[in-house]
C-alpha cells in the first residue's frame, strides 16, 4: 500500500492532447499562408483594379506630397489613361469574372469617372485666384 501512495496517478485528458494538436496545425496553416519577410503578397484581381485605380487618383490631384502635405500636382490625361484601361479591363473580362470582382471593378469605374468629371468640370482654387 505504501507504493500506491508515493507515486501520484496522472491522469491525461487526452481531448486536450487533441485540441492542443490541432490548434497546433491551424497555427502552421496559417504561418505557411502568410508572406514571409521579403516575399509578396498573393496576387489577385482586386490588386490590379486596386492599383490602376490609385493612379487615376493620382491623376487627379488627389495624393498629397508625403513631404510637404500639399497635393501632387493634378495630369488630367494620365488620370484619364487610368481610367481607359480599367474600361478596358471590364470590357476583355466581360463574363469571366466573379461576382465581387465584378462589383469591385464596376464600382471602382463609376467612382473614378464621377470624380474626373468633377475635377476635370471644376477649376482648382489657384487658377480663381490668379484671375481675380
Known sequence: MTDE??????I???DWKEEAQQEKERLAEMESEAPKSGELEKVSFAHLINLLAMQAIVGMGGMQDPNTG???PADPMMARFHIELLGLLDEKTKGNLTDDEKTLLSQSL????MMFVQVTSNPPPQANESAE
Not at 501512495?5 to 496522472?10: N, R
Request: proline content about 12%; aromatic content about 0%; overall charge positive.
Open 110 to 113: 463609376h467612382e473614378l469617372r
Open 70 to 72: 500639399k497635393p501632387l
Open 5 to 10: 501512495k508515493s507515486e501520484p496517478k496522472i
Open 12 to 14: 491525461i485528458d487526452s
